[in-house]
């Protein structure tokens, strides 16, 4: 009874200790109240700063929320201010000469938005979902920089890794069927669209970011190859269409081989 009783009392004092460091790890953290709950911060390029760093920046960041087609940088702007991507999704367009409109890139969380140590870009970012982001001003991110060498390796990883997409994407339009070009889009979208998706998951329902016209402009296809593709897979019962803004995907690993290998 006495040896029970003793186990029984070290099992509460470990329980109650257990909970004190979490408290102590949850509310009394050095990280600033403003970041603890960040997407950003767990793949982006705040998650290289330490606490100290974090805190120093904090104090220049502001969050906000933006609704789908709105603006975010337009071409030709002086590059003032820096951007985490906290969720949604963010559509990069390039203007023509002719006027034209042409959507070279999307962008999800947890990724940067903004051209470090350049005055400007010819690139305009409009929220192409619903979107949240962090923001910044360039200089005080730059002098923080100077400080967390980090954090310009991530800032670089990332511009790298946006490349690499960039050459997978010449290889989607240049070489890949209709029906592989929209699996790709798909995919790209299940992929990127939720950071916190358990890999397990077997069918995933996903909001398109791009209206069919945007879509079809992205693949290089015509608005009616685009929705017989889709078609197309609905009946390979590879994804479920509720409406034209959303897509359950009820099959990832048969949408991974059509958009690498066809079927």
Request: charged share 30%.
């Amino acid at each position: 009874m006495l040896a029970c009783a003793t186990a029984t009392m070290r099992l509460e004092n470990l329980q109650r200790q257990m909970s004190e460091n979490n408290s102590l790890n949850i509310h009394n953290s050095d990280i600033p109240v403003v970041c603890r709950s960040c997407e950003a911060r767990h793949g982006g390029i705040c998650g290289a700063l330490e606490p100290s760093q974090l805190t120093e920046l904090s104090k220049y960041t502001s969050k906000a929320a933006h609704g789908r087609d709105m603006e975010l940088k337009a071409a030709g702007d002086d590059e003032n201010h820096y951007s985490n991507i906290l969720s949604g999704v963010v559509k990069l367009t390039k203007l023509l000469p002719d006027g034209r409109q042409q959507i070279v890139g999307l962008q999800f969380a947890p990724d940067f938005l903004g051209r470090p140590f350049s005055k400007n870009s010819n690139i305009t970012a409009e929220a192409a979902t619903n979107v949240r982001v962090c923001s910044f001003p360039k200089s005080v991110l730059e002098r923080i920089m100077k400080e967390a060498p980090e954090m310009e390796q991530r800032l670089h990883e990332q511009h790298l890794r946006e490349l690499d997409d960039a050459r997978d994407w010449m290889l989607t339009l240049g070489r890949k069927t209709a029906l592989e070009k929209v699996a790709s889009f798909l995919l790209l979208i299940a992929k990127h669209i939720d950071p916190e998706r358990e890999e397990a998951e077997r069918e995933i329902e996903i909001e398109l970011p791009l209206k069919r016209a945007d879509i079809a402009d992205f693949l290089g296809l015509t608005i009616e190859t685009v929705s017989r593709q889709i078609t197309n897979l609905r009946k390979k019962n590879i994804i479920q269409i509720n409406d034209r803004k959303s897509v359950v995907i009820l099959n990832m690993g048969m949408l991974e081989e059509i958009a690498e290998d066809g079927m």
